[in-house]
C-alpha cells in the first residue's frame, strides 16, 4: 500500500507527536507543524495528500488556513478542535473540510477518519494481496487462497496494519497505538489477537504471520 503524505498542523506538542506518531507508524509520510506560517511552501513543497488542521491556533486560525489549502492543493483536510458547537462544525465543512473531529478524541478514531478520507479522494487503495492473500478493507472481506476469512472488525483492522506494513517487522507498541489507539494497553491483548488472527488464516494456507522474537510481528511470505 503507498504511502499517502499528512501534513499535520496542531500547536499542541503532545497531540501533535501523537498523531504524527500514529501517522507514521501506518507506514505515511509525516510533516508536523506548530502553526501555518509555512503552509503555502508545505503545500507546494512537501504536496500532501491530506492535511490534519487545527482551528484554535496562534497566527492564522483553521479557518483562514483551510481557505489557502483550498485555494492552492486538492489536498484532503480533516479538522481538529476543542469547540464543539454546530455553527463551528457548519462553518468547516462548508469550507471544504472532509471531516471535522472533535477533542479530546480517540486516536485509533482519527486514524481511521484519515484513512477513510484518504480512500474516498482515491489516495490510498482499500485492497492488498499478498500472495494469495487478499484483504479488502472497505468490503470488510478477506480471502486466503480464495476462501473467505471470517474475522471480527479488531482482528480486520489489525491485518490492515499489517499489511499495510507488510515485510516489516512492528512491535507490540507501535500496534497497540495504531490499532488501539493507546500505548499502555496490556501487550497481551495483541498477543491474543495475533495468535487468534494467525489460526484463522492457517486453516486455508502456509503461514504468513510470523512472530520474531523480542520484536514482535511481520506479515510475509516464507517462514519465519
Known amino acids: 500500500m503507498p504511502a499517502a503524505r499528512v501534513l499535520i498542523v496542531e500547536d499542541a506538542e503532545a497531540i501533535r507527536v501523537a498523531v504524527g506518531s500514529a501517522l507514521t507508524s501506518c507506514g505515511h509520510e509525516v510533516l508536523t507543524r506548530a502553526d501555518g506560517r509555512r503552509l503555502e511552501g ?32 486538492d489536498a484532503g483536510v480533516v479538522m481538529l478542535t476543542a469547540r464543539d ?22 486516536l485509533a478514531e482519527l486514524v481511521a477518519r484519515v484513512t477513510a478520507v484518504l480512500r474516498r479522494l482515491g489516495r490510498t487503495p482499500s485492497t492488498v494481496q499478498i500472495g494469495e492473500l487478499l484483504v479488502d478493507a472497505d468490503a470488510g472481506v478477506v480471502r486466503y487462497a480464495g476462501q473467505p476469512v471470517e474475522v471480527t472488525a479488531t482482528e480486520l483492522r489489525l491485518l490492515c496494519y499489517l499489511a499495510a506494513h507488510r515485510g516489516r517487522i512492528v512491535s507490540k507498541t507501535q500496534i497497540l497505538t495504531s490499532v488501539w489507539g493507546y500505548q499502555d494497553y496490556d501487550p497481551n491483548l495483541v498477543e491474543v489477537h495475533v495468535s487468534a488472527l494467525r489460526r484463522k488464516l492457517e486453516v486455508h494456507g502456509p503461514r504468513l504471520l510470523h512472530t520474531v522474537w523480542r520484536l514482535g510481528y511481520v506479515l510475509r511470505q516464507g517462514t519465519s
Open 85 to 106: 458547537g454546530v455553527p463551528d462544525r457548519l462553518r468547516g465543512l462548508h469550507s471544504g473540510a472532509d471531516d471535522y473531529v472533535l477533542k479530546p478524541f480517540d
Open 42 to 73: 508545505d503545500l507546494n513543497e512537501f504536496r500532501p495528500d491530506l492535511v490534519v488542521l487545527d482551528i484554535m491556533l496562534p497566527g492564522r486560525d483553521g479557518f483562514r488556513l483551510l481557505e489557502v489549502v483550498r485555494r492552492t492543493s
